[in-house]
């Protein structure tokens, strides 16, 4: 059997992380959810020494005093917690969100469905992708001296 998928929904709106504890319960066979009511209380969560690292971080990008491109660069930037994807979960359609998230290395930007059923199908997706496409080795990452040894035969 495969390991459940283990997701953090960082987001400071309250009713926004109960919509997604219910729509991630009906996958509830396959899916473990940690929401956070702030970047900076996920950090702190991920930074512990005994931290156990999720597959995908789902991230608000309007938030008060860390705002989601904050925790995005704060993650990137450190070594421990810079191949967990990040998937920007947000309502935002302006154009230099989309092109900030992605220089700061989002894996991908998602616009949020006020239509609960096509929420619903945006959260399968995202669920069927990240449970294919997931470090096998999680939640243990690659170190850059392990990856450091592998060489390419010419």
Do not use: C
């Not at 390991?3 to 109960?18: E, Q």
Request: hydrophobic letters at 45%; aromatic letters at 10%.
């Amino acid at each position: 059997m495969t390991r459940r998928l283990h997701v953090f929904v960082i987001d400071d709106s309250v009713p926004d992380l109960l919509l997604a504890e219910e729509v991630f319960a009906t996958f509830n066979d396959k899916v473990t959810v940690t929401t956070y009511q702030s970047g900076q209380a996920a950090l702190n969560a991920m930074w512990l020494s005994d931290a156990v690292y999720p597959d995908i971080v789902l991230l608000d990008i309007n938030m008060p005093k860390m705002n989601g491109f904050e925790v995005l660069k704060a993650m990137k930037t450190d070594a421990r917690l810079k191949s967990i994807p990040v998937v920007m979960l947000t309502t935002s359609l302006a154009a230099q969100d989309v092109t900030q998230a992605y220089s700061l290395f989002a894996n991908s930007y998602v616009v949020k469905s006020v239509d609960f059923s096509q929420f619903l199908r945006q959260i399968e997706s995202l669920v069927e992708f990240w449970t294919r496409s997931r470090l096998l080795n999680w939640p243990t990452p690659l170190s850059m001296e392990s990856t450091s040894s592998i060489r390419l035969k010419d």
